[in-house]
């Protein structure tokens, strides 16, 4: 099973505030969306409770929650208390491709056991609470680079940036 890290990031690595996103950037949310659908998507409890209503859980996956309360019961997923729980549930289901869709910590959790990160780096900074892990760029290969400018629904420039584990 491949384990893929998703998020979307700005230039000093904030992925957050206030247990929401900064951006709104549609053409973002669509590729996650896709890239996603069908599949294990493995978040933090506080990141679970920032989905809308309407998304909550996310249709059209499996979704795992890893908390460290230990009575915690979400209608619609699978709570655990470790990585390594969720990732045993995706495998044991026979997943192709589990994704690590943060937050922080979960991310600084997954950079030990992700085989692909699908990065949308935004270019600009932005205040806020929530931070990408900083990674050793040298264990990394970039094999794909596709930019998005601005445009009239999107008020930032970003890329999107397939980087693979060496």
């Given at each position: 099973?491949?384990?893929?890290?998703?998020?979307?990031?700005?230039?000093?690595?904030?992925?957050?505030?206030?247990?929401?996103?900064?951006?709104?950037?549609?053409?973002?949310?669509?590729?996650?969306?896709?890239?996603?659908?069908?599949?294990?998507?493995?978040?933090?409890?506080?990141?679970f409770e920032s989905l809308?209503?309407?998304?909550?859980?996310?249709?059209?996956?499996?979704?795992?929650?890893?908390?460290?309360?230990?009575?915690?019961?979400?209608?619609?997923?699978?709570?655990?208390?470790?990585?390594?729980?969720?990732?045993?549930?995706?495998?044991?289901?026979?997943?192709?491709?589990?994704?690590?869709?943060?937050?922080?910590?979960?991310?600084?959790?997954?950079?030990?056991?992700?085989?692909?990160?699908?990065?949308?780096?935004?270019?600009?900074?932005?205040?806020?609470?929530?931070?990408?892990?900083?990674?050793?760029?040298?264990?990394?290969?970039?094999?794909?680079?596709?930019?998005?400018?601005?445009?009239?629904?999107?008020?930032?420039?970003?890329?999107?940036?397939?980087?693979?584990?060496?």
């Open positions: 099973m491949k384990i893929a890290m998703i998020a979307a990031v700005a230039e000093n690595r904030v992925i957050g505030k206030d247990n929401d996103l900064i951006w709104r950037l549609p053409d973002d949310m669509k590729f996650f969306m896709e890239k996603t659908s069908g599949h294990h998507v493995i978040m933090g409890r506080k990141n809308p209503p309407k998304y909550s859980p996310l249709p059209n996956r499996t979704n795992i929650i890893i908390t460290r309360q230990k009575d915690l019961f979400i209608d619609g997923a699978h709570v655990v208390h470790h990585l390594d729980e969720a990732l045993e549930i995706a495998k044991d289901n026979g997943e192709e491709e589990a994704f690590i869709i943060g937050g922080g910590e979960i991310y600084k959790l997954g950079l030990a056991v992700a085989d692909i990160m699908y990065l949308t780096e935004i270019k600009a900074s932005f205040d806020g609470d929530a931070y990408f892990p900083e990674f050793d760029r040298t264990q990394w290969t970039e094999i794909d680079r596709i930019n998005h400018p601005i445009d009239s629904k999107h008020k930032y420039e970003f890329d999107f940036v397939t980087y693979k584990h060496r």
